[in-house]
């Protein structure tokens, strides 16, 4: 089968790691399931792979987190949660199932916690690709392959981040770092379908405004005049809750721009982890600093059902051919993407 997987991890060019060619079509194991894969979408998660950041027990290595196919065959003795042929998307987050943290209410602690193309699991950029059953889910009514492919990752992560973690509700104002990224256009969905006031930022002028068209708020440049802007935004109160996940270029502003007890939820730092910590400003104002990764099933669940109910849509900027799976990874690492990239194969 065809599949885009990495030869190798780490050194100066992590794109040279990147294989687009033949591997073995994979066997379902016990309570494992094999898909078609029909679309998948790339997240920087998938460029960290390649550069040696959670580096994969062994290589050749297929990539990709996310996928949305239909369900070609179970393991032995594993009960048939779909039919076979189902349209289906998969959750991402894999766990024991059994330790304290699996049984109680947040799975995302468990310490074997792994997403597709992590520990064990070989990930989704390929014709077919296996699964836990467990983390099948039926494709909403309506929603595209290429759509469903999006939300594993992007959106999950996002949804937690909103509604779990900050706990915002409609008419709260939410800032989000980032105008373009897979995880910023997810939250940014999530919020305006979840009915609060967003403000985005961005480096790109051109984004801002693109932004605006889709329908945020407000639209600020993410340089030192953000935090004035923002604190004018909201008459000198600052936000309820900012979504954060760019690290040392935006994290001064993120405690900035927060009022009295608001909260900064976490979930990346693609521009550097170790911004200074700003403490007399995170305990006099009584920040709440929280750090998220992914979602529980059950969040999961709730995002579909929150797709389902509201209709919104992920932004994707184009899609690839499975076999063009280099052009897709070169657009990532441009830094220019505005929404998802998705590969589609089948
Ligand atoms: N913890 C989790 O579960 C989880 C899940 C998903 C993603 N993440 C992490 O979240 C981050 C974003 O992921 P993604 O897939 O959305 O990646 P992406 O598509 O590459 O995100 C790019 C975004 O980052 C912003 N950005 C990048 N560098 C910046 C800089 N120097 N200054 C200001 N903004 C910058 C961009 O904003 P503008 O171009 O508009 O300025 C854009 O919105 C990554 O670090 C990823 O690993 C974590
Ligand atoms: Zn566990």
């Not at 995302?108 to 467990?134: D, N």
């Not at 009915?195 to 708020?217: C, F, N, Q, W, Y």
């Not at 976490?266 to 992914?294: C, E, H, K, N, Y």
Request: charged share 20%; net charge neutral.
């Amino acid at each position: 089968m065809l599949a885009a997987f990495a030869t190798a991890a780490g050194g100066p060019r992590p794109l040279d790691n990147l294989t687009v060619g033949a591997r073995e079509v994979p066997t379902p194991s016990r309570g494992e399931v094999r898909l078609r894969t029909r679309a998948a979408s790339l997240n920087r998660h998938d460029l960290w792979t390649l550069a040696g950041v959670g580096t994969p027990a062994s290589f050749p290595w297929t990539l990709g987190c996310d996928v949305a196919g239909t369900v070609d065959a179970y393991g032995p003795e594993t009960p048939e949660r779909l039919p076979l042929g189902s349209s289906v998307v998969a959750h991402s987050v894999i766990t024991c199932g059994v330790c304290a943290a699996c049984l109680g209410p947040d799975e995302t602690s468990c310490r074997k916690f792994a997403m597709l193309s992590e520990g064990s699991w070989e990930g989704t950029f390929a014709e077919y690709c296996v699964v836990p059953a467990i983390n099948l889910f039926a494709l909403p009514a309506d929603l595209s392959f290429e759509d469903a492919a999006c939300l594993p990752t992007s959106f999950l992560t996002a949804y937690r981040m909103l509604f779990s973690k900050a706990q915002l509700r409609p008419g709260d104002t939410v800032l989000i770092q980032g105008a373009s990224g897979g995880l910023a256009t997810a939250a940014e969905a999530l919020a305006l379908a979840g009915g609060m006031r967003v403000i985005v930022t961005s480096r790109d002028p051109a984004k801002l405004a693109a932004a605006l068209e889709r329908g945020v708020h407000h639209a600020v440049g993410a340089g030192k005049e953000a935090v004035g802007e923002v604190m004018t935004l909201t008459a000198g109160t600052g936000v309820d809750a900012v979504i954060e996940s760019v690290g040392e270029a935006t994290w001064a502003t993120s405690l900035r721009v927060l009022r009295r007890g608001g909260t900064v939820v976490v979930a990346g730092a693609t521009a550097g982890a170790d911004p200074p910590a700003d403490l007399r400003r995170v305990f006099w104002r009584q920040l709440r600093v929280i750090g998220s990764t992914m979602g529980t099933w059950d969040e999961f669940a709730g995002l579909l059902n929150t797709v389902r109910a509201t209709g919104l849509r992920p932004l994707i900027e184009q899609t690839y051919q499975l076999a063009d799976a280099r052009a897709a990874f070169e657009r990532l690492e441009s830094g220019q993407v505005t929404g998802k990239l998705v590969l589609i194969s089948g």
